[in-house]
Structures are given as C-alpha cells and as structure tokens.
Nanobody
Framework: QVQVVESGGGSVQAGESLTLSCVASGNFKSGQCMGWFRQAPGDEREGVATIDSYGNTDYGRAVKGRFTVSQNNDKNILYLQMSSLRPDDTAMYYC???????????????????WGQGTQVTVSS
C-alpha cells in the first residue's frame, strides 16, 4: 500500500505564491508517476500538473506558466510551486500516485490509484 500526504496549503492574497508538498510512503517506488489535481466547490476535480518517471512534466491549461511541479532526488516528495495566484485557484488540492512507473503523464484520474486527503488553498482578491 502507498500513502500520500499533502501539506502547505493556506490562505494568500492574489498575486502571491505558495508551495505545496506531497510525501509518498509505504510501498512507493521511486519513479512512480504522480500528479496534482484540484477541486473547487461545485466543480469537478481537474488536473493541475503531472510528472512521469523521467521527470517530464505537463500542466493544465489554467495553470501553465504560473505553476511548477518538481520532485526531490529520491522522487518520493512532490512539490507544486504556485505563483501569481488568482482567486479562481481557490480549491482543495490533491496529490495522487499511479501504481507504476510511466513514460508520459496523464490527467486521466482513473489512472491514479493512491490519493491524499487534500490541502486547501484559498486566494483572496
């Protein structure tokens, strides 16, 4: 079993930055693909950023150019650096891990087996 735990959420003003962290543990193997998703009240959960086993990244259209996803050297901690935050970035942010290594990320949520409880990000204007 793999556990993923997010941290780093909070309340910020528009234009500020925030970095989220996600620690994967248990039977997690270095290089298992991971991603960030978010869900605002009343909306469906959407993909934010993914990273594959080779470090290739992909971003949702709404965050491209403002958010950066990265990992530590052991690839068991996932980060999401968020800059130029806007009120419409307000959401619960979830970290997720896939069961296997992969080449190329995906925002298809059914591909992700392990999910964290989420960390809340609130951006006020």
């Amino acid at each position: 079993q793999v556990q993923v735990v997010e941290s780093g959420g909070g309340s910020v003003q528009a234009g500020e930055s925030l970095t989220l962290s996600c620690v994967a543990s248990g039977n997690f193997k270095s290089g298992q693909c991971m991603g960030w998703f978010r869900q605002a009240p009343g909306d469906e959960r959407e993909g934010v950023a993914t990273i594959d086993s080779y470090g290739n990244t992909d971003y949702g259209r709404a965050v491209k150019g403002r958010f950066t996803v990265s990992q530590n050297n052991d690839k068991n901690i996932l980060y999401l650096q968020m800059s130029s935050l806007r009120p419409d970035d307000t959401a619960m942010y979830y970290c997720a891990a896939r069961r296997t290594l992969c080449a190329g990320g995906t925002f298809r949520q059914t591909e992700y087996t392990y999910w964290g409880q989420g960390t809340q990000v609130t951006v006020s204007s």
